[in-house]
């Protein structure tokens, strides 16, 4: 099979994680053919919002992108993206990898739905005065039941358990409606075992009782405070991708575009020592989302499993390049997909063979 994906260029590390993704890319039994856009700060401030149309138009024209991070300014691309794309539910699946540096002793699988518009993210806020201000926070329930949905479906598949949480009891409009809609849905799937909890609660939990927890649907800041958290327990910001969906009005993935959950990393860009475990991840979960299922599951416990055998970038105690630890990813994908072989990795600004 043959795809063309959007391929969301940015800044800092991002030419180097795009370089490992074509060393791995090119070991795949799968063609990707890479349509590139530059959504780096220097073009950004170039082009202004035209560079969002073309990333837009590429999108719906590809219906899956792949982004690497970029910088935030004076406005976040992922921000700008989300909106123009109508993404209602973040993704982000977060476990423990034996091996990897951890303070954290215990192990944990969490997939963490985050419904992807609303809360208080999406008002900047205004001043009033010089002594006060003020933002305010929106929930809709059309994204809260496509995040419920989604996050019962996934949960239905893995034979999984949801928990909700929420702090309804103190914001009583606006979590009381995602704790309403979450409960509809949840009727539609008795077969999902489903509990409530307060979110602050939550945090707690996890972290006492990490194993407690499965598929966890949340609105929007409580799912970014939570990501962030379960990265940082399990050793590195370095390890988590998400994906973010739209969706048809009958419930089907409509556009979806998958980034690993770090940053730019300007103190290392450049000097080929970066990890690119949550490109790699990220580049499973698109592959997985296009229906290639199994070439997914091998390029993602071909790179788990070097880590658990312990070859590893700087940043999780290891001593591989970028370039190094991205061929190790290659070779072991060709030792177990033995269809895989040399392909072309194309993009419009030219091609890279093997």
């Not at 921000?79 to 794309?85: E, M, Q, V, Y």
């Not at 990898?97 to 951890?102: D, H, K, L, M, R």
């Amino acid at each position: 099979m043959k795809y063309t994906i959007t391929e969301l260029m940015g800044d800092g590390i991002a030419p180097e994680l795009a370089a490992a993704v074509r060393i791995v890319a090119e070991r795949l039994p799968t063609t990707l053919e890479f349509e590139r856009v530059d959504l780096s700060l220097l073009n950004r401030e170039l082009r202004g919002l035209s560079i969002y149309d073309e990333a837009v138009e590429s999108m719906r024209r590809n219906r899956f992108a792949l982004k690497y991070p970029t910088i935030t300014s004076t406005s976040s691309p992922n921000t700008i993206l989300r909106k123009r794309c109508n993404f209602s539910v973040i993704h982000r699946p977060v476990a423990t990898i034996p091996g990897v540096p951890s303070n954290f002793r215990q192990e944990f699988d969490l997939a963490i739905i985050r419904v992807a518009r609303g809360g208080t993210y999406d008002d900047p806020g205004r001043a009033i005065g010089t002594e006060a201000a003020v933002s305010l926070r929106i929930v809709e329930r059309q994204p809260c039941w496509e995040a419920a949905r989604y996050a019962f479906m996934l949960a239905r598949r893995s034979g999984r358990s949801v928990t909700s949480a929420s702090k309804r009891t103190i914001q009583a409009a606006t979590d009381g409606l995602f704790a309403k809609v979450v409960e509809e849905v949840a009727q539609s799937f008795p077969d999902v075992v489903h509990q409530e909890e307060l979110f602050d609660a939550l945090l707690a939990k996890i972290i006492m009782h990490p194993r407690r927890y499965a598929v966890i649907l949340v609105l929007n800041e409580y799912g970014d405070f939570l990501s962030d958290m379960a990265c940082g327990l399990a050793g590195s910001m370095g390890i988590g991708a998400s994906s973010n969906l739209s969706f048809t009005p009958d419930g089907h993935v409509d556009l979806a575009m998958f980034d690993p959950a770090g940053g730019t990393a300007p103190d290392i860009a450049g000097k080929n020592v970066c990890n690119p475990t949550a490109i790699f991840l990220a580049l499973a979960m698109l592959l997985f989302e296009l229906g290639e299922r199994e070439v997914a599951r091998v390029l993602k416990t071909s790179t788990l499993d070097l880590l658990r055998e312990g070859s590893r970038t700087a940043d999780l105690g290891g001593n591989l390049s970028t370039t190094e630890f991205s061929e190790a990813v290659a070779e072991r994908i060709t030792l177990r997909l033995p269809l895989g072989g040399q392909q072309e990795a194309v993009t419009n600004g030219g091609t890279v063979t093997a």
